[in-house]
């Protein structure tokens, strides 16, 4: 991975990640423009609230996890909310990831 990060270090990054456990690194990329969101992996409140706000408004529903998860996003992201939307379809990549095996005992 290349550094800085969202104009993070390495070390500033292993502090974050001490500090708020799992992190993910969202990308966007666009017209050859690379951008880099840091979130927390969202808890089950957040990720409740937010779907009901989804209900309504897919929209505003991606802007609250953004709101609730981020940590640091690079400068073109929080000026534009269109990028916090793409940005935050890391979240549910980070979500879907996650595989489970079951066996009857």
């Known amino acids: 991975m290349e550094y800085p990060i969202c104009g993070l270090s390495e070390v500033q990054i292993e502090e974050l990640k001490q500090e708020h456990g799992v992190l993910i690194l969202g990308t966007i990329k666009q017209g050859g423009e690379t951008f880099h969101a840091i979130f ?12 009901k706000i989804s209900e309504k408004s897919q929209v505003k529903g991606g802007i609250a996890l953004y709101d609730n ?12 909310d269109f990028l916090k939307v793409k940005s935050v379809e890391a979240l549910g990549k980070h979500m879907t990831s996650f595989s489970v095996d079951v066996k009857n005992l």
């Open 40 to 51: 927390k992996e969202p808890t089950i409140t957040v990720v409740e609230s937010t779907s």
């Open 69 to 80: 998860c981020v940590i640091v996003a690079d400068e073109a992201i929080k000026a534009r």
